[in-house]
């Protein structure tokens, strides 16, 4: 009877070893550091920009728990079908896990990636939280985009708000958005200077009432989207 219990111990325990070793088997086997992961992450640029992007994934891939630009780059991968199979599901996947680690170029492109119905059909309402994040880190598609929305108004979601729209598109245009700089052309300078882009709260109302400016582009810019160029450890 002891010799069964003995069995019974080891038989439950099995499921709990089998976890540890997979994980063990999926991270790193040793931590490195930050030199190291900035230069694993450098050849990996290197990769990319001599179209081998089999090994750029692939060394990317080995940083994806050390490294959240690292991540990034491999969603992009796996959205555009470099060095990998198109798989928008896995890139949406490893976008999140970057854009709740606060990354506004995650943020920007899962946001695009909701416009654009590339998980289904157009989603705003799952966009427009990454969007405003990443417009406040001053990432300038992200505030051309958001823009975009408060020029035209998106009801329910977003009302027109004509000074947020001019606010956003001045530092998009600052930030080498040429497309931003035409829409804030037209419309003018913002009322209010403001250091840091901040999006205006859901009630808010137009602040310029009748003016009716011809609508802007929908289409958000068609700039091919680059990997990042520095780790993120």
């Not at 994980?23 to 920009?49: C, N």
């Not at 946001?111 to 427009?128: N, T, W």
């Not at 990432?139 to 009801?155: D, K, S």
């Not at 001045?170 to 003018?188: I, S, V, W």
Request: proline share 10%; hydrophobic share 45%; net charge neutral.
């Amino acid at each position: 009877m002891p010799q069964l219990h003995k069995i019974f111990r080891l038989l439950t325990a099995m499921p709990a070893l089998v976890l540890c070793t997979c994980l063990a088997m999926a991270m790193p086997a040793h931590a490195r550091t930050s030199t190291e992961i900035a230069a694993a992450f450098a050849s990996g640029v290197a990769a990319y920009d001599a179209a081998d992007y089999e090994k750029a994934f692939k060394i990317w891939w080995d940083l994806r728990y050390e490294d959240i630009a690292a991540m990034r780059n491999l969603a992009m991968m796996l959205r555009k079908g470099q060095g990998t199979e198109k798989d928008p599901k896995k890139a949406e996947e490893l976008y999140l896990r970057a854009s709740e680690a606060g990354l506004p170029t995650a943020q920007a492109d899962l946001a695009d990636m909701y416009l654009k119905g590339e998980l289904g059909p157009p989603d705003l309402a799952r966009a427009l939280p990454l969007l405003e994040a990443a417009a406040a880190a001053n990432h300038p598609v992200a505030q051309y985009q958001l823009g975009q929305f408060y020029e035209t108004g998106a009801p329910p979601l977003v009302p027109q708000n004509l000074e947020v729209a001019r606010q956003l598109y001045a530092a998009a245009a600052k930030r080498g958005m040429p497309d931003a700089a035409a829409r804030a052309t037209f419309l003018g300078p913002p009322a209010v200077a403001s250091q840091q882009t901040v999006s205006a709260p859901a009630s808010s109302v137009n602040t310029t009432a009748n003016n009716q400016a011809p609508p802007a582009q929908t289409a958000a810019p068609s700039a091919p989207v680059p990997p990042l160029r520095a780790s993120r450890p």
